[in-house]
T-cell receptor
C-alpha cells in the first residue's frame, strides 16, 4: 500500500517553461512534506519542504503547493533549466516522527 | 566537509554470501537511516537509528541487521544475500530525526546479488 504516490514516471518540458510535478498521499497523519532531487550516481538532495499549516512555500525558482483536503502536493519549477533534469522524489512524514515515506519518483527532462 | 560517506560504491555478491555496508557522517547528526532504492518503488526505509544506542525497523527490515557503532557510524549487514536484495542502498543522516529535519544522503552503494 503506497502511502505516497507520484503517478507520472516521467515529464518532458522545454527550457524556460514551467515544470509541474505532482504527488498524492493517503495518510492524513502526515503533516510535513519534502521534495528531493537526484542526479545519476548521486544521493538525493533536499530541495524544498512545506508544513501542513501552510499551503505554499517558495524558494527561488521552486514553489511547493499543498492541498490538504485533496491530499495533494505539487512542485513548480519556473523557469525550467536543463540543469533541472533529474529524478524528483516527493516525501511525507510527521513533524515529530522519525521516518519519511517516499514516492517512486518522477524523471524530469528539460530540453534546450 | 564530506557529509555522508558510504563504502563500497559497488559490490557483487553470490547468493548466500555476507557483507557489511559502511556509512559515516561528519555533521554531528543524531539520526541515521538506511534506505534501498528499486525501480518503480522509490526509497524504502530498511532500518533507522534515532540516536546513538538505538535502532528500529523500517518498512523492509527482513534479511538485514544494523549496528550504530557510535554517533558517526551506522552499518548495514546482509548475513545471507539473496537476489531480491539487489538494489541501490543509501545511507542518510538528519540532525533532529524528525519529519521536518531534511535528510542528507550519501552517494549510494550499488549491490548486485547473483
Amino acid at each position: 500500500d503506497q502511502q505516497v504516490k507520484q503517478n507520472s514516471p516521467s515529464l518532458s518540458v522545454q527550457e524556460g517553461r514551467i515544470s509541474i510535478l505532482n504527488c498524492d498521499y493517503t495518510n492524513s497523519m502526515f503533516d510535513y512534506f519534502l521534495w528531493y532531487k537526484k542526479y545519476p550516481a548521486e544521493g538525493p538532495t533536499f530541495l524544498i519542504s512545506i508544513s501542513s499549516i501552510k499551503d505554499k512555500n517558495e524558494d527561488g525558482r521552486f514553489t511547493v503547493f499543498l492541498n490538504k483536503s485533496a491530499k495533494h502536493l505539487s512542485l513548480h519549477i519556473v523557469p525550467s533549466q536543463p540543469g533541472d533534469s533529474a529524478v524528483y522524489f516527493c516525501a511525507a512524514g510527521m513533524e515529530y516522527g522519525n521516518k519519511l515515506v517516499f514516492g517512486a519518483g518522477t524523471i524530469l527532462r528539460v530540453k534546450s | 566537509n564530506a557529509g555522508v560517506t558510504q563504502t563500497p560504491k559497488f559490490q557483487v555478491l553470490k547468493t548466500g554470501q555476507s557483507m557489511t555496508l559502511q556509512c559515516a557522517q561528519d555533521m554531528n547528526h543524531n539520526s541515521m537511516y538506511w534506505y534501498r532504492q528499486d525501480p518503480g518503488m522509490g526509497l524504502r526505509l530498511i532500518y533507522y537509528s534515532a540516536s546513538e544506542g538505538t535502532t528500529d525497523k523500517g518498512e523492509v527490515p527482513n534479511g538485514y541487521n544494523v549496528s550504530r557503532l557510535n554517533k558517526r557510524e551506522f552499518s548495514l549487514r546482509l548475513e545471507s544475500a539473496a537476489p531480491s536484495q539487489t538494489s541501490v542502498y543509501f545511507c542518510a543522516s538528519s540532525g533532529q530525526g524528525r519529519g521536518n529535519s531534511p535528510l542528507h544522503f550519501g552517494n549510494g552503494t550499488r549491490l548486485t546479488v547473483t
